[in-house]
């Protein structure tokens, strides 16, 4: 889930942290920034991952969660250990609920008969977009 990938470090010090308080998720991230924030800039942090959290839908999420951690453990643990297929496809329906962006880019090119132009405009495109 985005919110576990954006809030890693507090996720590792509580696996479940969507479910604490909103003074516990102050005192981490107070501890996780060593201090350097705030109290203002802690609490807006800890109200931005308050307000995410209560978006998210935990109760599919719990138990998938701990498929894949049990999937990864045994692949970290023994590279030849096999994973039940029954987790397998729990962990392929947990790649179906995550969020794919495609991005389209559409360019308007202008009416000229200089080639010039147009190669200039597509080695920009290239240069910074690839």
């Given at each position: 889930?985005?919110?576990?990938?954006?809030?890693?470090?507090?996720?590792?010090?509580?696996?479940?942290?969507q479910n604490?308080?909103?003074?516990?998720?102050?005192?981490?991230?107070?501890?996780?920034?060593?201090?350097?924030?705030?109290?203002?800039v802690?609490e807006?942090?800890?109200?931005?991952?308050r307000?995410?959290?209560?978006?998210?839908?935990?109760?599919?999420?719990?138990?998938?969660?701990?498929?894949?951690?049990?999937?990864?453990?045994?692949?970290?643990?023994?590279?030849?250990?096999?994973?039940?297929?029954?987790?397998?496809?729990?962990?392929?329906?947990?790649?179906?609920?995550?969020?794919?962006?495609?991005?389209?880019?559409?360019?308007?090119?202008?009416?000229?008969?200089?080639?010039?132009?147009?190669?200039?405009?597509?080695?920009?495109?290239?240069?910074h977009?690839?």
């Amino acid at each position: 889930m985005g919110i576990e990938d954006a809030y890693e470090d507090l996720f590792n010090l509580n696996r479940n942290a969507q479910n604490m308080s909103n003074e516990d998720v102050k005192n981490k991230l107070k501890t996780l920034t060593q201090g350097q924030k705030s109290d203002r800039v802690i609490e807006q942090m800890a109200m931005t991952f308050r307000s995410l959290c209560s978006y998210a839908d935990w109760s599919i999420h719990e138990g998938q969660r701990t498929d894949i951690n049990n999937i990864n453990e045994n692949i970290n643990n023994d590279e030849n250990t096999s994973v039940p297929i029954s987790n397998i496809s729990k962990a392929e329906k947990i790649d179906d609920l995550k969020m794919n962006l495609h991005y389209n880019i559409q360019i308007h090119l202008p009416e000229t008969t200089n080639m010039a132009v147009y190669d200039a405009i597509f080695q920009s495109l290239k240069k910074h977009l690839l």
